[in-house]
């Protein structure tokens, strides 16, 4: 074969591997994101404990909006180690519930997907080898288990450090562009620490289920469609 005959069929094959991996990657944020979402079981206690691992105090959420003394028991909550208005607490706790609904809609499925693509695009090496074995895969070429566990770690590092991104972003933290919080953010610890304590356990749980699971153990239209 001559030079440009094989640069064309290299590049062709390359092509189709990059296809291949957008399949296989599609298939597996799915799987991961239906993981993480099932394990989020984020509530009020949740909250409470994420704030009190970062050392927010209920004299911190006090210091922004005086007048619990005055309040007495009946409009006030015990939480964070004393008592706090039961309005402020409510503000406090909002943003969060709300990010958890916004988990189960699918604008936070695409961002994450474009979040992940993005972090392929910076990650080459893993990525030449994800589009390798994707593109092996989808041919119906012989793919041993150490090279498909090996593809899942790569896949699901990328994966998880592309999530932790995310939360830590603009996606995530304009659920508290408000001026309460505004005011909040000023004494207590950066934001998406915060939020990356909250949601430390499920992504904990989708990366493993993920690693449980064999890379090539996809549906039956992955192999046929290439």
Same mark, same amino acid.
């Given at each position: 074969m001559d030079p440009l005959a094989s640069k064309v069929a290299t590049r062709y094959i390359q092509a189709q591997d990059e296809k291949a991996l957008e399949a296989l990657a599609d298939y597996w944020v799915d799987a991961f994101l239906d993981e993480f979402i099932a394990r989020a079981d984020i509530g009020e206690r949740e909250v409470e404990l994420a704030l009190r691992a970062k050392g927010v105090?209920?004299?911190?959420?006090?210091?922004?909006?005086?007048?619990?003394?005055?309040?007495?028991?009946?409009?006030?909550?015990?939480?964070?180690? *004393?008592?706090?208005? %039961? =309005?402020?607490?409510?503000?406090?706790?909002?943003?969060?519930? @709300?990010?958890?609904? #916004?988990?189960?809609?699918?604008?936070?499925?695409?961002?994450?997907?474009?979040?992940?693509?993005?972090?392929?695009?910076?990650e080459v090496r893993a990525t030449k080898h994800l589009a390798d074995v994707? *593109?092996?895969?989808? %041919? =119906?070429?012989?793919?041993?288990?150490?090279?498909?566990?090996? @593809?899942?770690?790569? #896949?699901?590092?990328?994966l998880t450090k592309a999530v932790l991104i995310y939360f830590a972003g603009p996606h995530i933290t304009h659920f508290f562009a408000g001026g309460f919080w505004q005011v909040v953010a000023a004494i207590v610890t950066p934001l998406d620490e915060i939020i990356v304590i909250l949601v430390d356990k499920p992504v904990r749980a989708a990366a493993k289920k993920l690693l449980n699971a064999d890379l090539g153990m996809l549906p039956s239209g992955f192999y046929t469609h290439f």
């Open positions: 105090s209920a004299d911190d959420l006090n210091a922004v909006s005086p007048g619990t003394k005055e309040a007495g028991f009946k409009d006030t909550v015990k939480v964070l180690g *004393g008592l706090v208005l %039961r =309005g402020i607490w409510h503000m406090t706790i909002h943003p969060f519930l @709300a990010i958890v609904k #916004f988990f189960r809609s699918p604008q936070f499925r695409s961002e994450v997907k474009v979040a992940f693509n993005r972090a392929l695009r910076h994707a *593109g092996r895969l989808a %041919r =119906g070429e012989e793919v041993n288990i150490y090279e498909r566990k090996t @593809a899942m770690h790569q #896949f699901v590092d990328i």
